[in-house]
């Protein structure tokens, strides 16, 4: 049986993590500011790399109590995580999304508003090789069925544009898919 990382490999991974999605966030932003498409992948992947700096901030926390601030603050990340990565996907795929995201947006912002209370996250305690762990609440539940019913969803908005499509567009609906499909159940992970 194989045992868990070190620490350490979760502080160098999550640091490499924002270096590349900010840096990633703020070249395609720049690339064309006027690109909606590049506009709401940008808002993706700044999501992704305020997750993973609050999750560096986390490792790096000394007491419970500075450590619990970073994992909520880190969760308001995740809570937002698969909605701009829905709103990224029908905007790419030019899918008329305008009540899903609208409706994600405030799905996502109703959790995010319970990040910081015992409903979201009851206690926090040791876990694995992490000293500092947050107990799920209440409402935890839903935001993963949130986040999950999210990905499914992308996930198949993709498939179904790689069945009708060819040429240059289905292959970069082919790389955000395969880019994409192993990230999103790490971050839920955290």
Same mark, same amino acid.
């Given at each position: 049986?194989?045992?868990?990382?070190?620490?350490?490999?979760?502080?160098?991974?999550?640091?490499?993590?924002?270096?590349?999605?900010?840096?990633?966030?703020?070249?395609?932003?720049?690339?064309?500011?006027?690109?909606?498409?590049?506009?709401?992948?940008?808002?993706?992947?700044?999501?992704?790399?305020?997750?993973?700096?609050?999750?560096?901030?986390?490792?790096?926390?000394?007491?419970?109590?500075?450590?619990?601030?970073?994992?909520?603050?880190?969760?308001?990340?995740? +809570?937002?995580?698969?909605?701009?990565?829905?709103?990224?996907?029908?905007?790419?795929?030019?899918?008329?999304?305008?009540?899903?995201?609208?409706?994600?947006?405030?799905?996502?912002?109703?959790?995010?508003?319970?990040?910081?209370?015992?409903?979201?996250?009851?206690?926090?305690?040791?876990?694995?090789?992490?000293?500092?762990?947050?107990?799920?609440?209440?409402?935890?539940?839903?935001?993963?069925?949130?986040?999950?019913?999210? +990905?499914?969803?992308?996930?198949?908005?993709?498939?179904?544009?790689?069945?009708?499509?060819?040429? +240059?567009?289905?292959?970069?609906?082919?790389? +955000?898919?395969?880019?994409?499909?192993?990230?999103?159940?790490?971050?839920?992970?955290?």
């Amino acid at each position: 049986m194989s045992e868990n990382p070190p620490l350490s490999y979760y502080i160098l991974a999550s640091g490499l993590n924002f270096i590349t999605s900010a840096a990633l966030a703020i070249f395609v932003f720049c690339r064309n500011p006027t690109s909606r498409t590049n506009q709401t992948f940008s808002v993706f992947a700044f999501t992704v790399a305020g997750w993973s700096l609050c999750y560096l901030l986390w490792l790096l926390a000394e007491t419970s109590q500075v450590a619990e601030v970073y994992l909520r603050t880190l969760m308001v990340f995740v +809570i937002f995580i698969p909605t701009t990565f829905t709103h990224f996907i029908l905007t790419f795929l030019k899918v008329d999304g305008k009540r899903i995201n609208v409706t994600n947006y405030l799905v996502s912002s109703f959790f995010a508003l319970t990040a910081y209370t015992r409903l979201f996250a009851s206690d926090i305690g040791p876990f694995l090789v992490f000293p500092y762990w947050l107990k799920p609440g209440v409402l935890f539940s839903f935001h993963t069925i949130h986040f999950f019913g999210n +990905i499914i969803y992308a996930h198949f908005l993709m498939l179904r544009a790689l069945r009708r499509n060819t040429g +240059i567009f289905r292959t970069q609906v082919l790389y +955000i898919f395969m880019s994409i499909t192993s990230d999103m159940t790490v971050v839920h992970s955290t």
